[in-house]
């Protein structure tokens, strides 16, 4: 009976971990450990960092809506309290894009925000 080894999918799998690793500096992308290490890192890094996004940019989002509205003398939760109170139902993505692309847009509804508050 003739020894069988695992050889081809071995080579197989260890071509495909370099590959993924290609452009990695020094032996992180030639040698398989090194090569392996860093790709397992990079794909535990790449699906946590999905998640920091979402939390990055609503903090961006928030910043800049704050900057805005304190050039209308309004703070930022006192603006949203504002606007939920008014009923324009408008997510911090939006108002953030409002908020840098179109300012008299953003002076409006500081405007309605406050009516909202004051009445």
């Known amino acids: 009976?003739?020894?069988v080894t695992n050889q081809v999918a071995r080579h197989k799998?260890?071509?495909k971990t370099r590959q993924l690793a290609k452009g990695y500096r020094g032996g992180r992308s030639k040698l398989y450990r090194p090569a392996k290490?860093?790709?397992e890192r990079a794909w535990?890094?790449?699906y946590r960092d999905r998640r920091n996004r979402k939390r990055d940019f609503r903090r961006l989002w928030i910043?800049?809506?704050n900057a805005a509205a304190r050039e209308?003398?309004?703070t930022y939760s006192h603006f949203m309290n504002g606007l939920r109170t008014a009923g324009v139902e408008l997510n911090r993505k939006t108002l953030a894009d409002i908020a840098v692309r179109d300012?008299?847009?953003f002076g409006n509804l500081v405007a309605l925000a406050k009516d909202a508050l004051a009445g």
């Open 44 to 46: 535990s890094d790449s």
């Open 37 to 39: 290490n860093a790709v």
């Open 72 to 74: 209308h003398d309004i």
């Open 1 to 3: 009976m003739p020894r």
């Open 63 to 65: 910043t800049r809506i």
């Open 13 to 15: 799998r260890k071509k």
């Open 103 to 105: 300012p008299n847009v």
